[in-house]
Every structure is written in C-alpha cells, then in structure tokens.
C-alpha cells in the first residue's frame, strides 16, 4: 500500500508564505514524478509545480518567482515553498507522485488526500 501525506496548510493573509509538504510510504521502489497540484471551488484540477521524470522542473505560469518545489529522495518527499501569496492561491492542494512499488513493476499514480490553502486579502 502506497500513501502520500500531505501537511502544512493553512490560513494566511495576502503577502504571506507557507510551505507545504508530501511524504511518500509504504511499498516503494522507485519514485518518478512527483509534485503538487490544486484545485479552487468550481474549477479543475490545474498544475502548480512538479518534478518531470528527467528530475526538470515545471511551475504554473502563475507561481513562477513566488513558489519553489524541492525534493528530498532520502525521505520520499516533496515540498513546495509558497511566498508572495495571493488570494487567487486558495485552494486544496494536492500532492501527486508516479511510483513503483517494486523491481519491474510499473509506474502508477496516487494522491494524496489534499491540503487547504486559503490566503486572504
């Protein structure tokens, strides 16, 4: 069984940061992508940043220079630094990570079970 635990969510007025985490466990072999998505009221789930396979970075147009992604392999997890937050942030965030669980296994996909952020103005 694979989970992915998400912490670090929150209420912050515009302006702030906080830093979210993801922590992987249970039966890994091997972590591919792994990153973190949102989902605001009413809306679909969009990409915020995430580590490609190729271990390359993507962030969202929209948090470029304000959020920062890392990774520690050592601890399966990920993280995501948000400052400069706006209002526009708020929403559940979801950390999501392709992993197989053993030697020849494939790569599937899991979620965590998301995290609020809600930034006011």
């Known amino acids: 069984q694979v989970q992915l635990v998400e912490s670090g969510g929150g209420l912050v007025q515009a302006g702030g940061s906080l830093r979210l985490s993801c922590a992987a466990s249970g039966s890994i072999f091997r972590i591919d992508a792994m990153g973190w998505y949102r989902q605001a009221p009413g809306k679909q789930r969009e990409l915020v940043a995430r580590?490609?396979?190729?271990?390359?970075?993507n962030y969202a147009d929209s948090v470029k220079g304000r959020f920062t992604i890392s990774r520690d392999n050592a601890k399966n997890t990920v993280y995501l630094q948000m400052n400069s937050l706006k209002p526009e942030d708020t929403a559940v965030y979801y950390c999501?990570?392709?992993?197989?669980?053993?030697?020849?296994?494939?790569?599937?996909?899991?979620w965590g079970q998301g995290t609020q952020v809600t930034v006011s103005s």
């Open positions: 580590f490609t396979s190729s271990r390359s970075t």
């Open positions: 999501n990570a392709n992993i197989a669980r053993y030697f020849g296994d494939s790569y599937y996909s899991y």
